[in-house]
């Protein structure tokens, strides 16, 4: 019980599909894991193999080989935690301004 909190992180090796879009519209990569995988607060996704890289004005799919760590209790505790501090940070907005006439 003890090495779920603090220690003994779980890894598992999965593998992935990986989408790629350099484009005027977007510039993003999705992963898609097989199984059915859920990831959770604090995991931590790995994608092996060579970099990927993909021309202007492209779109791309790869496959390839992932490997996922699950984050003990204490470090999804602690994400949860802090996470919504970090979200609070991105929010802090003003529609006043700073301009004096």
């Given amino acids: 019980m003890i090495g779920n909190w603090v220690g003994g992180r779980e890894e598992i090796e999965v593998e992935c599909t990986i989408e790629v879009q350099n484009t005027f519209e977007s510039l993003h990569a999705h992963v898609d894991l097989d199984g059915g995988i859920e990831i959770r607060p604090g995991d931590a996704v790995r994608v092996h193999g060579e970099p990927i890289t993909v021309p202007y004005g492209e779109t791309a799919t790869f496959r390839r080989r992932a490997t996922v760590v699950r984050a003990t209790a204490l470090e999804r505790l602690w994400t949860r935690m802090t996470g919504d501090m970090?979200?609070?940070?991105?929010?802090?907005?003003s529609f006043s301004?700073?301009?004096?006439l």
């Fill in 97 to 100: 301004s700073e301009s004096r």
């Fill in 86 to 93: 970090e979200f609070m940070e991105l929010l802090e907005f």
